[in-house]
């Protein structure tokens, strides 16, 4: 039995791609395509939008009546109605925006309590991966290491750093025991910019079609390590995330992780 799914941003970047991506797969129906009231394609099929065969969806504004699980990877204006609605409605809930203030966050995390959700900053299977090693790697190389996270997307890109780039930091300082409020060191500048022991370096490039890169430097006197990703459409992010809401629906109330979709 197929699971009703609901796209929010529907006829952006990504949800026009989640749109492509789903109706290829037998186990997810589509029953809503939700985007602003002001879009200029309002009303229009979500397949048309996404420039494939129509799927019998509109583009609206409003939520359907019904629905098992919701994709969202829209912009941070709109995360509390989509939570209040997922909660209100008992839909499972996919949350891909990245961006999102603290009071949002803590909006997803008590949504939780009510519904399964995931929230992921990246649903892609590869960065996952990374997400899991670049600690393990910090702690394997030691306090002498310096550790610069150097992050690199489109020139349509809103918000900086990355929310990838921030889990990566956060997996890197769980690991190793760093606080990382007190890590953090975004960019510099000055003629006083001396790198400080222990801090973690973040650099943000916005620049032409970058779909998404992500490299943690692990360097000390003598040689250095590198891990990387990149991402070479949106397809992968869209994919894991299609891949977590067939994985999600009818889910236990809780907070998930793409890790556990995965098993990783």
Same mark, same amino acid.
């Given at each position: 039995?197929? =699971?009703?799914?609901?796209?929010?941003?529907?006829?952006?970047? !990504?949800? /026009? &791609?989640?749109?492509?991506?789903?109706?290829?797969?037998?186990?997810?129906?589509?029953?809503?395509?939700?985007?602003?009231?002001?879009?200029?394609?309002?009303? /229009?099929?979500?397949?048309?939008? =996404?420039?494939?065969?129509?799927?019998?969806?509109?583009?609206?504004?409003? %939520?359907? /009546?019904?629905?098992?699980?919701?994709?969202?990877?829209?912009?941070?204006?709109?995360?509390? &109605?989509?939570?209040?609605?997922? @909660?209100?409605? @008992?839909?499972?809930?996919? !949350?891909?925006?990245?961006?999102?203030?603290?009071?949002?966050?803590?909006?997803?995390?008590?949504?939780?309590?009510?519904?399964?959700?995931?929230?992921?900053?990246?649903?892609?299977?590869? !960065?996952?991966?990374? %997400?899991?090693?670049?600690?393990?790697?910090?702690?394997?190389?030691?306090?002498?290491?310096?550790?610069?996270?150097?992050?690199?997307?489109?020139? %349509?890109?809103?918000?900086?750093?990355?929310?990838?780039?921030?889990?990566?930091?956060?997996?890197?300082?769980?690991?190793?025991? @760093?606080?990382?409020?007190?890590?953090?060191?975004?960019?510099?500048?000055?003629?006083?910019?001396?790198?400080?022991?222990?801090?973690?370096?973040?650099?943000?490039?916005?620049?032409?079609?970058?779909?998404?890169?992500? /490299?943690?430097?692990?360097?000390?006197?003598?040689?250095?390590?590198?891990?990387?990703?990149?991402?070479?459409? &949106?397809?992968?992010?869209?994919?894991?995330?299609?891949?977590?809401?067939?994985?999600?629906?009818?889910?236990?109330?809780?907070?998930?992780?793409? &890790?556990?979709?995965?098993?990783?």
């Amino acid at each position: 039995m197929s =699971a009703k799914l609901v796209i929010v941003g529907a006829a952006g970047r !990504m949800g /026009q &791609r989640l749109v492509t991506l789903a109706s290829e797969i037998d186990g997810l129906q589509l029953v809503g395509a939700v985007d602003r009231a002001d879009h200029p394609q309002m009303g /229009q099929d979500a397949g048309t939008v =996404a420039r494939i065969d129509a799927q019998g969806v509109a583009l609206t504004p409003d %939520f359907p /009546q019904e629905a098992d699980v919701l994709i969202d990877f829209s912009l941070p204006e709109g995360a509390t &109605r989509t939570i209040d609605y997922c @909660k209100s409605n @008992k839909v499972a809930l996919v !949350m891909g925006t990245t961006g999102l203030n603290d009071a949002q966050k803590a909006e997803v995390t008590a949504a939780a309590d009510v519904v399964p959700v995931i929230y992921g900053t990246n649903m892609g299977v590869g !960065m996952n991966v990374l %997400f899991a090693i670049v600690g393990k790697v910090a702690a394997m190389l030691g306090q002498d290491y310096d550790i610069e996270i150097i992050e690199q997307h489109h020139r %349509f890109k809103k918000d900086a750093p990355s929310g990838s780039a921030l889990s990566l930091a956060e997996s890197i300082c769980e690991e190793i025991g @760093k606080d990382l409020n007190d890590s953090l060191v975004h960019g510099r500048e000055g003629k006083d910019a001396l790198r400080q022991p222990g801090e973690i370096g973040m650099h943000a490039v916005r620049a032409g079609d970058i779909v998404g890169k992500h /490299q943690v430097i692990y360097s000390t006197l003598g040689e250095t390590v590198t891990v990387s990703h990149t991402a070479h459409s &949106r397809d992968v992010f869209v994919r894991g995330a299609l891949l977590g809401a067939q994985w999600l629906a009818g889910k236990e109330p809780g907070m998930y992780t793409m &890790r556990e979709v995965l098993g990783i």
